[in-house]
């Protein structure tokens, strides 16, 4: 199983409390780090982690959309570095960036294979970002992958967070794709909305993680 050598680097060196000095891209003004979180030497609230995995709904979200399959968001606070993510069986939550980190490694069990970190260089607002996510904290996964519906996933958990000083979303929505390259359907997807007794949303306004990875304001970091 091949890992992202990056996360391999700050995993190994933040968990073993290494306190090394690493080179890292300017973080905007907006953002912040906390001296008192380790991992927050790495990290800064707002920086996106977008992952690929190779098994069910991940590999039938890479043959619609592309690279990536999921895409959770960095917090840091007083406590630590968390991580806030829409999981399937959990809805929206917050765990320690080493829970999500323990996941990535447990070579055995994890099926993620991609990792890379992103960071804004636009402004956001930190308060509302905070505010927004403590609202959204429990709400229950997206299965549907609907707007509006009292339910959430991955990506749009982060369009429904990042917002500007007037309320306005940073992120572009647009009508989300379920085909493959081949324009067939997904033998998964068809399973999937089978289920739920639901048409496949297919051109219904929407997100996903490969094209929110292309957005023109966001910076790939580069950990060395």
Request: proline share 7%.
């Amino acid at each position: 199983m091949r890992f992202f050598a990056p996360l391999i680097l700050l995993l190994s060196l933040a968990l073993a409390s290494c306190h090394s000095s690493l080179p890292l891209p300017a973080v905007p003004s907006n953002q912040f780090e906390n001296p008192a979180c380790d991992l927050c030497h790495y990290m800064a609230t707002g920086h996106l982690i977008f992952v690929r995995d190779t098994a069910g709904m991940g590999s039938a979200i890479a043959a619609s959309t592309g690279q990536y399959t999921h895409v959770a968001i960095a917090q840091c606070t007083d406590s630590g570095l968390f991580v806030i993510e829409a999981l399937p069986q959990l809805g929206v939550v917050r765990r320690p960036f080493e829970s999500f980190g323990a996941d990535i490694l447990d070579i055995d069990s994890c099926f993620l294979c991609v990792v890379d970190f992103y960071a804004l260089n636009i402004p956001f607002d930190t308060a509302r970002f905070i505010a927004r996510v403590n609202s959204l904290l429990g709400q229950p996964y997206d299965d549907y992958f609907m707007p509006d519906n009292g339910r959430i996933y991955c990506s749009e958990l982060v369009y429904e967070c990042f917002l500007d000083s007037a309320g306005n979303h940073l992120f572009s929505a647009a009508p989300m794709n379920f085909l493959d390259s081949a324009g067939r359907l997904p033998r998964y997807w068809q399973q999937h909305f089978d289920s739920l007794g639901f048409l496949v949303p297919q051109g219904v306004p929407g997100t996903n993680p490969t094209a929110m990875s292309q957005s023109p304001f966001l910076l790939r970091t580069k950990y060395q």
